[in-house]
């Protein structure tokens, strides 16, 4: 499996189609605890340490004893490459030989902050961030999201001026619970986006921004600005054509889920949307 496979899904037709189009990806409405009271509790009870092990479950004893010998490779001599050289080791094997996300970009965000490069912090945090946008359970939003917060943090340090690393930063405040002033990270984006409406990650982070919290009608506006750009962007027309059936403007979820139709070439994925499409006509 290549690393580009664990990348957002905008970057990856197959995965986005079969993360997102088998059930709706706005979730239902439900009561839930101040942000402030779910950072002190739920979520700081996830650790690494907690997920690795989870994930050696998934593994075979002799995949278990390769990943051992890797883990104690690190012994004399210079440490911090010797360090760098296992960190990228890890991530490749849980990337290609055991397929398990959580470790793959732990170690690789590891890497990253020892090589302390800006390509390599954006990569890393791009990984948990991207991640990130299709998990739905909290106490995983907030692992992903503090992880991505340190590397894209650290790459804004390295380069105060990258709007990108600005909004991955934002993103991070907006979907993963780990503020309880998301308010302010969005007011950063839409600076972005206002100043440069051709920034089109910024409109679409504002978009989901708006899905997510019900303004269906900001999201749409978004989303629009993205299909005018780029007319075949389909995760801007599904999210597109998923704030019009939520709207209850069946005539307009119809026309842009027709849209990804056509686009979308996966046999499951286009079952789903002539599913969805046939109940909007009732």
């Not at 979520?43 to 002799?62: N, R, T, V, Y």
């Not at 170690?107 to 991207?130: H, Q, V």
């Not at 590397?151 to 979907?175: E, T, V």
Request: with cysteine; charged share 25%; glycine share 4%.
């Amino acid at each position: 499996m290549k690393k580009q496979q664990f990348l957002l899904v905008g970057l990856a037709l197959v995965v986005f189609v079969l993360l997102y189009f088998f059930g709706k990806t706005i979730p239902p409405q439900k009561a839930v605890p101040a942000v402030s009271d779910m950072q002190h509790t739920e979520h700081q009870s996830i650790k690494f340490e907690d997920l690795l092990l989870k994930a050696k479950e998934k593994i075979s004893p002799d995949q278990n004893q390769r990943l051992l010998r890797l883990e104690n490779s690190v012994v004399r001599g210079d440490v911090k490459e010797q360090q760098l050289h296992v960190y990228h080791q890890l991530a490749r094997f849980w990337a290609d030989s055991a397929h398990v996300f959580e470790p793959y970009a732990y170690y690789t965000g590891e890497a990253a902050k020892l090589e302390n490069s800006e390509k390599s912090l954006t990569f890393a945090a791009r990984l948990f961030l991207d991640n990130l946008m299709t998990e739905g359970q909290p106490t995983m939003q907030y692992w992903l999201a503090s992880n991505a917060k340190v590397l894209f943090d650290k790459a804004i340090a390295l380069n105060p001026a990258n709007d990108s690393s600005k909004i991955g930063l934002a993103a991070c405040y907006m979907f993963g619970n780990i503020s309880d002033n998301p308010m302010q990270a969005i007011l950063s984006v839409r600076d972005i986006a206002t100043k440069n409406p051709d920034n089109l990650y910024a409109q679409m982070i504002l978009g989901l921004g708006g899905k997510k919290s019900g303004q269906f009608d900001n999201a749409i506006n978004r989303f629009n600005i993205i299909v005018q750009k780029q007319p075949d962007n389909i995760e801007a027309i599904f999210n597109l054509a998923e704030c019009y059936e939520e709207k209850g403007d069946k005539t307009n979820a119809i026309k842009w889920y027709e849209a990804v139709k056509k686009l979308v070439k996966v046999p499951d994925a286009q079952k789903e949307l002539d599913k969805r499409i046939t109940e909007l006509k009732k």
